[in-house]
Nanobody
């Protein structure tokens, strides 16, 4: 059983910073691409950033230059450093991981989501 646990959300003033973490636990063969989605009330879900196993990263234009995705493969953990936060960054942020549970079985797993609120 693979589990993704997120942490680091909360309330922050505009211009502030937060760092989200997503830790994978359980029994698996390897973790491939990981990433973060967000969804604000009344809006479509948006892919914020993704990172491959070899640390090739991609970020959405809406957060480029402000958000940085990274991962620590030894700790099975992914991070999203969010700087210069704006009110429009307010959303529930969910992590996902493309997990090879065995050499022949591969599944997408999701975290429970963490609320990020940017407000003065």
């Amino acid at each position: 059983q693979v589990r993704l646990v997120e942490s680091g959300g909360g309330l922050m003033q505009p211009g502030g910073s937060l760092r989200l973490s997503c830790e994978a636990s359980g029994i698996f063969f390897s973790i491939n691409t990981m990433g973060w989605y967000r969804q604000a009330p009344g809006k479509q879900r948006e892919l914020v950033a993704s990172i491959s196993k070899s640390a090739v990263a991609d970020t959405a234009d809406s957060v480029k230059g402000r958000f940085t995705i990274s991962r620590d493969n030894a700790q099975n953990t992914m991070y999203l450093q969010m700087n210069s936060l704006k009110p429009e960054d307010t959303a529930v942020y969910s992590c996902y991981a493309d997990v090879s549970e065995s050499p022949t079985r591969r599944r997408i797993h999701w975290g429970q989501g963490t609320q990020v609120t940017v407000s003065s």
